[in-house]
């Protein structure tokens, strides 16, 4: 087998009292599991001979000076939740590529999007894969029926994992005051969103995916044995079932491997599976969960991109199932990290791009054959793009996870207002029609005419190709045709900003003003400005 020469992080979340937690403690089982896989994680590179350090991190913010305390090249991310801000779990991978490290399974825009249940089932059913229709209740709201289809219903928390928040109480039989109960108990345990699911079939099955390289493998598919279920009980994978080794559930949900089933319906899932983890975007490994009817029909459940890999998880049985040893499976994974090696250097984000005069701009007729020939088209945002784009301005590195959090805000406002609201938001698609680059622009308020570009994003792997460029061609028209004279952006002073600095005088754009320690001390805002006429509005790039 082939070594990795690369040295590498095991990187984990600190569970929430792990040492001293008394018996009872909120979810602490799911929370101190993630130890288990640090274990198993070490003996495996032990084995391998492959040099390793461990580190336990609280906070998102600890993760740079652990980085920094070492140079390997590679971390393999077993960052699970953070205390209190469960989702900035999903902002390591950025934080870690943008200082130069390569890291194992999904990065941050997979995982932003994976981690929320309702987006995930609404991007995955927008593909025209096969999902349990529903509806997501946000804190604070009420539940309308018109919302959702016909029960039976389950219902879950929207960002936890491994089971957490859900038992038999969490399976309702129809509209009515049971259910209104079941996400005010999510709601008060959680202080997420709801996710209701019609709640369909009777059998579930877990399909792990390994990456080899280019190959990407479906691994021998896995259904949990619920014959020792009487009609008393659903037919779920709780959370008993999955970390309470003294309940019925978890001694009576062995898992059947390979999965019984007709040839046709297994590859159907096979398929399916394949499909599921291209639309989100996973890498490395993943594990997507199904539920089947007694007519054969199979429903995707949710997919895990970062899915447990420790002995006791449903991806090690499958890995041992197609006779893939543990230490095959983490060599893998160093490969696919060390082969993405080069592509984990800090890049500097395209923060805030406007646009010049059209013959400085390259935005012209040139510049749209371009992205046309490349399947690339600028349009309107939509719902779905959301979640993509939010996790293309986490990738760059760049952001702050307060930053991501206004853009969050702007665009949320933008996709809810639409035309007429005070964010505009346009995105460039590519062929298949995932956004690649983002911009979002408005009308400054108490100003007549004069326009501000707040946020403008280039996936990393599409930069240099005209996507910026292009996206603040078709602004630039919009605000235009509804009156605009000026245009406003900003950007930081400090050092590794020049480029942008530099590329906005280049198009025509003017020294307005500074104002030193804006953004902190020592990181000034620079101000430019263009006064807009049609006669400098660039023509960007048709649709």
């Not at 995982?111 to 229709?133: E, F, H």
């Not at 896995?222 to 079932?241: C, G, L, M, N, T």
């Not at 090696?341 to 054959?369: Q, Y």
């Not at 949320?412 to 956004?435: C, E, F, I, K």
Request: glycine share 10%; net charge positive.
């Amino acid at each position: 087998m082939r070594r990795s020469g690369h040295s590498c992080l095991v990187l984990y979340n600190v569970p929430k009292d792990a040492a001293h937690a008394p018996p009872g403690t909120f979810w602490v089982e799911s929370d101190v599991g993630v130890l288990e896989e640090v274990e198993t994680v070490v003996g495996g590179l032990t084995r391998l001979g492959i040099r390793h350090r461990v580190a336990g991190v609280k906070g998102l913010a600890e993760v740079p000076s652990v980085l920094a305390e070492g140079a390997e090249g590679i971390v393999i991310n077993l960052v699970e939740s953070f205390q209190g801000v469960p989702d900035q779990a999903n902002f390591v991978p950025a934080v870690c590529q943008a200082h130069g490290r390569a890291v194992t399974g999904g990065d941050t825009p997979c995982l932003i999007l994976t981690t929320d249940k309702g987006q995930t089932r609404a991007v995955l059913q927008s593909a025209g894969l096969p999902c349990p229709q529903g509806a997501t209740v946000r804190v604070g709201q009420g539940i309308r029926r018109s919302q959702l289809p016909p029960g039976p219903y389950i219902v879950k928390p929207a960002y936890s994992d491994g089971s957490e928040g859900i038992d038999p109480d969490s399976i309702v039989q129809r509209f009515g005051a049971a259910l209104r109960k079941a996400v005010r108990r999510v709601h008060a345990g959680f202080g997420q969103p709801a996710v209701i699911e019609r709640f369909v079939g009777h059998r579930e099955l877990n399909v792990s995916v390994l990456q080899r390289g280019n190959r990407i493998d479906v691994l021998p598919l896995v259904e949990i044995d619920f014959s020792a279920f009487d009609h008393s009980r659903p037919r779920i994978v709780d959370y008993a079932a999955k970390w309470l080794p003294d309940t019925f559930e978890y001694q009576n949900t062995p898992r059947i491997i390979p999965a019984r089933l007709p040839a046709r319906t297994a590859e159907r899932v096979r398929r399916l599976t394949l499909e599921a983890w291209h639309v989100v975007g996973c890498r490395d490994y993943a594990r997507v969960d199904f539920r089947m009817d007694p007519s054969g029909r199979v429903f995707i459940l949710e997919v895990n991109a970062n899915p447990d890999i420790g002995p006791e998880g449903g991806l090690v049985s499958a890995l041992l199932a197609a006779g893939i040893t543990y230490e095959e499976f983490l060599q893998t994974l160093l490969e696919n990290a060390a082969a993405r090696l080069g592509d984990a250097e800090p890049k500097t984000p395209r923060r805030f791009f406007s646009l010049g005069r059209p013959s400085r701009c390259g935005g012209g007729r040139s510049d749209r054959k371009r992205l046309r020939h490349r399947g690339l088209r600028i349009r309107s945002s939509v719902p779905a793009d959301r979640e993509v784009v939010l996790g293309m301005l986490a990738r760059t590195g760049f952001f702050r996870p307060d930053e991501l959090e206004v853009a969050r805000e702007v665009l949320d406002d933008a996709l809810a207002t639409g035309p007429g609201g005070s964010y505009q938001s346009l995105v460039a698609a590519d062929r298949t029609g995932r956004a690649r680059g983002w911009v979002c622009f408005g009308p400054t308020p108490c100003t007549l005419g004069t326009f501000d570009v707040y946020w403008i994003a280039v996936d990393p792997t599409w930069q240099s190709r005209g996507l910026g460029t292009a996206l603040m061609g078709r602004a630039e028209r919009q605000i235009a045709r509804r009156g605009g004279r000026m245009v406003v952006i900003e950007t930081s002073g400090q050092p590794r900003y020049t480029s942008t600095r530099q590329f906005y005088m280049k198009l025509g754009y003017q020294y307005a003003a500074r104002i030193a320690d804006f953004y902190g001390p020592g990181d000034d805002k620079i101000i430019y400005m263009k006064s807009l006429h049609s006669s400098e509005v660039c023509p960007g790039t048709g649709s």
